[in-house]
């Protein structure tokens, strides 16, 4: 009886961590939302990976913006067509949302153009911490379809972050489709 109330209460909570009920995930332009150039191609160019090994079409926001290009560029009429133009309907961000294994799902539900303006401070990796939280957050037609997190433990390197990161997201993806 303990295993069976215990199975109910952790299935419950997973139903929770990701509000991506009725995603059917598709296509997506994946754009980071990081500090640093290489931190953002770094992880644009995993996801979109991933991404296109579950079957996703994908593609990387640095294959639109020109070099150096801020991504709050995207929320241009003209990118936006060049996007569409290509057969891409959702916008996919993704960032760091923290270091520590508290953080929750953010509670705003922004439109693209809004969400697209806010800044994220955060580097991929800081020195002496373990945990590492990923928000992803996704868009169609420019409003909010939904959110999931995936947190990354016991890290302790630049590289071992992108390790995990893909681990755990490619189990994830699963999720979206």
């Not at 160019?45 to 990387?60: M, S």
């Not at 539900?109 to 590492?132: G, M, S, W």
Request: aromatic letters at 12%.
């Amino acid at each position: 009886m303990k295993y069976i109330f215990f199975f109910l209460i952790l299935s419950f909570s997973q139903l929770y961590k990701a509000q991506t009920k009725t995603l059917n995930l598709k296509n997506a332009l994946v754009i980071g939302q990081l500090d640093r150039s290489e931190d953002r191609y770094s992880i644009e160019i995993a996801l979109t990976e991933l991404l296109a090994d579950a079957g996703v079409k994908a593609l990387p926001s640095l294959n639109i913006l020109k070099v150096g290009a801020d991504v709050y560029h995207l929320e241009s009429d003209s990118i936006q067509n060049i996007v569409k133009s290509k057969g891409l309907d959702t916008y996919l961000t993704v960032s760091v949302r923290g270091y520590d294994k508290r953080f929750k799902l953010a509670e705003n539900r922004d439109d693209f153009k809004t969400a697209i303006n806010v800044n994220h401070l955060f580097p991929l990796y800081k020195d002496e911490v373990i945990t590492v939280s990923f928000e992803f957050t996704f868009y169609r037609n420019g409003n909010f379809v939904g959110t999931d997190i995936v947190r990354c433990g016991n890290v302790d390197s630049r590289e071992t972050v992108l390790k995990r990161f893909k681990k755990k997201t490619a189990k994830r993806i699963k999720k979206w489709l």
